[in-house]
């Protein structure tokens, strides 16, 4: 090859390859809300959390990761009013339950990022809750700057076991069933 061939050909090489532009969209906390759904035996119980801090990361336009910091002290119900909603949301904050004090965050890391449609993706994340952290997989839709996130949750792996049937025997009608679901509506 002659020195113009290869000139040719590193020419066209660089400028053959686009690098992978790689975005981060922080999350709008203001406007963007968890709501969660806890089951039991006799109902059921939802409301909402607050996030304390999000972003979502873009390659290429199609999403590729996620972080999300969750502030654990606003849990609180919107189902029950007076007495009985403030008897359930400091119930949900003690060590009962989410131990709010000593664990005043939750976190979610996107770790893989599958696409499962137009707009639709398969996440694997890590879910650290009470300080203790299990691989979750839930799904992701994008609508131009917003997007919506569903996912279960098993409490009894992060050790949350008031009312739990996978720890205590003869509840009865006294039962928490161990998932609850989490819906988040995210605007960026």
């Known amino acids: 090859m002659n020195n113009l061939t290869i000139t040719a050909v590193l020419i066209l090489t660089t400028f053959s390859f686009k690098p992978i532009e790689k975005v981060k ?10 709501v969660w759904k806890g089951y039991k035996v006799t109902g059921s119980h939802e409301g909402t959390i607050a996030i304390k801090s999000a972003f979502l990361t873009f390659e290429d336009e199609k999403l590729s990761g996620g972080e ?10 919107t189902d029950l009013q007076g007495e009985f909603k403030g008897n359930l949301d400091g119930h949900l904050k003690s060590d009962d339950f989410f131990g709010v ?6 976190a979610l890391i996107f770790k893989d990022v599958q696409a499962a449609g137009k707009n ?3 996440v694997t994340g890590d879910l650290t809750i009470k300080g203790k952290t299990n691989p979750v997989i839930f799904s992701v839709s994008l609508y131009g700057n917003k997007a919506t996130a569903t996912l279960k949750v098993d409490r009894s792996k992060f050790d949350v076991r008031y009312g739990s049937k996978s720890f205590f025997d003869g509840l009865k009608d006294k039962a928490i069933n161990d998932e609850f679901d989490l819906v988040a509506d995210l605007e960026f």
């Open 120 to 122: 639709s993706y398969t």
């Open 68 to 77: 999300f910091v969750i502030d654990m002290t606003t849990i609180s119900s």
């Open 101 to 106: 004090d000593t664990h005043p965050t939750a």
């Open 25 to 34: 969209k922080e999350i709008k906390v203001a406007s963007s809300k968890i």
